[in-house]
């Protein structure tokens, strides 16, 4: 069956190669694909990697936006704060502290965002000066450990100043605020001051450990909002808004620390699966900056995937149709060895055999052309996909949710990954003589349906 | 000498147009070992239809046709074709890009034939009829007629099966390859093959030991 099988390729070139060209372009297209799709996989994962291993939990606000767009557009104003509240799920402790118990997880932060009134001072107003009129804009946030928020991360605007201390789990009555408004207001390190809730109770008193710079946020933040943002510990910014933290309390965000940056889609997959509240998207990870930064890598991935699904079926088809043909032309030979008393699924056999043996030859040439072309490919794919990516405008919600604070900003320049290493590795060239050998025998299996209908007295009869 | 092949109340029919019409009826022969058989009848007698059902090309419809009091049925066509027949054509049915030894060895490798060396034997096959190494590594399409008949005929020796079926061997051949041809078939049956030669040509049929002539779907002895 082997020799005969190689005495068909041998003699019947044309034929052979006719298949080892379109066997070549095949495995060129499957190595590409395949080698692109790993490169952008290791590229995200380096970036990945490069973002560090945290990801917030935060209330879903896609819809939301959808919603005071349309909103505006219809009543030229926004919703009330009470009507964007009740669109809002916020985030539950219990679930919160499930999500913390999580095998990835190494630390945590919760925080929780609301709007107070200022007791004692005034907030400032959009130039930095003192704001006579409005007393209801201080926004507060309650949190575990301010260093660990993004605004004071090594990527965040805001500074400590030197001689600021911070303040951390169960420390109370304490707060940091913006170096301008305690400046306006004659604050420094050591007064103190009051916050009331928006329906003037709950007071609270504290006193200043630390105060913040962050000149370099005003360009793409109005300056009244950082001004008057203040940080206090999470147990007293829940007990102004009137909750108890001593049981099941909700909060803004939930930031978690990973063992391995590697380890985020693990971890969001077994959250969202173990969360009605994250399946059903009321409540989403915050993943943006890793998506905007492999957004062109994204695309190529899916790209690469859209490629190798259709070269797959198109050569199954292409194969196939292009086996039956030669079926037709080699019904005698078939009538030949079926009157000699061979076995239907032995012909069968040797023209998968056949294929092999050209397919085993076009995949060796592809090696020494898939680099290039893939490289090529990959180059292209990816200059592209950043240059839509850079002409797109991307809106993302910043400046705080839970007390109806929501501001539309643009997310700045992004550095996307614009370059990636394609190489065609031992690996992807397994995957490819794996999706090859599927093709070969997929395109095979209905010829040899074909093949088994053939009767041998027809054939030759029809010959003789 | 013993009955190899028996045919038992065989009748087969064929589609002609919205009729079925019969081209065998109530067939009753026998086959022996060590004798040349020639079949004759004009055209569209039916002959080659029954050297067909006798080599397992076609499946019996009616009747039955046993090898050793074997039905060919129960032996299963596919394995009576490997094993107990060899059959050879006018138009020979060789493989066309493939040499005249290839084609013999293709034979062997179908009929898992076990000697030592296949390409050996295939060799002295072939140049015991007349066909020399040179020749025996040509494709087939570039040998004369005569050359190709017994490349077809060493395919259906290389297998030591004791039936050999021939449908007008000679058909496509001049008078003197007829000739080679014939005293090829005689030797075989002198050897203690069963010859079975369906013709129409009186030359070839009066070397038979026993002639058959179908005539309007029957069979009747015309020597003996």
């Not at chain 1, 095949?26 to 799709?37: H, R």
Request: a negative charge; hydrophobic letters at 40%; charged letters at 20%.
């Amino acid at each position: 069956m082997f020799k005969r099988s190689w005495i068909s390729v041998i003699k019947n070139k044309g034929r052979t190669i006719i298949l080892a060209t379109l066997l070549f372009v095949i495995a060129n297209l499957v190595l590409s694909s395949i080698s692109i799709k790993s490169a952008t996989i290791e590229a995200m994962d380096q970036a990945r990697i490069s973002l560090g291993p945290e990801i917030t939990l935060t209330t879903n606000k896609t819809d939301l936006f959808d919603y005071i767009r349309s909103y505006r557009d219809e009543y030229g104003t926004r919703p009330s704060s009470e009507e964007i509240n009740n669109l809002l799920t916020p985030i539950s402790s219990e679930i919160a502290y499930e999500i913390a118990e999580s095998e990835y997880v190494t630390d945590f932060n919760f925080s929780f965002t609301t709007s107070t009134v200022a007791v004692g001072f005034l907030p400032l107003n959009d130039v930095g000066t003192l704001d006579y009129t409005n007393i209801n804009k201080i926004s507060v946030t309650g949190t575990y450990n301010p260093i660990l928020l993004d605004q004071f991360g090594d990527s965040g605007a805001y500074e400590l100043t030197l001689e600021s201390t911070s303040f951390s789990g169960s420390d109370q009555g304490v707060i940091i605020i913006s170096e301008t408004l305690a400046f306006q207001n004659d604050l420094v390190i050591g007064d103190t001051l009051s916050l009331v809730n928006q329906e003037g109770l709950n007071e609270t008193g504290f006193i200043i450990v630390g105060l913040f710079n962050s000149e370099d946020a005003f360009e793409t933040t109005g300056r009244n909002i950082i001004d008057n943002e203040v940080f206090i510990p999470l147990n007293d910014a829940l007990s102004i808004n009137g909750q108890d933290y001593t049981s099941n309390f909700t909060i803004t965000t939930a930031k978690y620390y990973l063992d391995d940056p590697l380890n985020i889609d693990l971890f969001v997959e077994e959250s969202t699966l173990n969360h009605e509240e994250i399946s059903s998207g009321a409540l989403t990870f915050n993943d943006v900056n890793y998506d905007a930064i492999t957004a062109p890598l994204q695309s190529v991935a899916s790209f690469s995937d859209i490629v190798l699904i259709a070269v797959v079926v198109a050569a199954v088809v292409i194969l196939t149709l292009l086996i039956i043909n030669t079926l037709k032309e080699r019904k005698y030979e078939i009538g030949v060895l079926l009157s000699l008393g061979e076995d239907k699924i032995k012909i069968s056999l040797q023209y998968l055999i056949e294929l092999l043996l050209i397919a085993t030859v076009a995949f060796t040439l592809a090696i020494a052309t898939s680099n290039s072309i893939s490289g090529y490919l990959g180059d292209v794919l990816i200059e592209n996909e950043v240059a839509d990516a850079s002409t797109e405008t991307t809106d993302t919600p910043k400046g705080g949710g839970g007390g109806g604070m929501i501001t539309l900003t643009p997310l700045g320049d992004v550095e996307y990954i614009d370059e990636i290493d394609v190489s065609v590795s031992f690996n992807d060239f397994l995957v490819t003589i794996a999706l090859g050998s599927m093709i070969i025998i997929l395109s095979s299996a209905i010829p040899s349906l074909y093949i088994t209908r053939f009767q041998p007295k027809k054939i030759l009869s029809s010959r003789n | 000498m013993e009955n190899l092949i028996e045919v038992k109340n065989l009748y087969h029919r064929y589609e002609d147009g919205q009729k079925m019409r019969a081209v065998l009826k109530d067939i009753n022969i026998t086959f022996e070992t060590g004798k040349l058989y020639a079949v004759v009848g004009s055209s569209g007698s039916g002959k080659t239809t029954l050297l067909s059902l006798l080599s397992g090309l076609d499946s019996v419809q009616d009747g039955d046709i046993t090898y050793l009091d074997e039905s060919i049925n129960d032996i299963g066509y596919t394995k009576y074709r490997k094993e107990f027949v060899n059959v050879i054509f006018q138009s020979y049915n060789l493989i066309n890009y493939m040499t005249a030894i290839q084609n013999v060895i293709t034979a062997m490798d179908i009929k898992k034939v076990k000697v030592p060396n296949k390409k050996e034997k295939a060799y002295e096959i072939l140049e015991n009829l007349g066909i020399d190494k040179e020749t025996a590594d040509r494709e087939v399409l570039k040998i004369s007629g005569g050359e190709q008949q017994r490349v077809a005929i060493a395919r259906a020796l290389v297998h030591n099966s004791k039936v050999i079926l021939a449908d007008e061997p000679t058909g496509n051949l001049d008078d003197d390859t007829e000739d080679e041809i014939i005293d090829i078939f005689k030797d075989l049956a002198l050897k203690g093959k069963c010859v079975i030669i369906v013709t129409h040509s009186q030359n070839v049929a009066k070397h038979a030991d026993i002639i058959y002539e179908i005539k309007k779907g029957k069979i009747k002895i015309k020597k003996d």
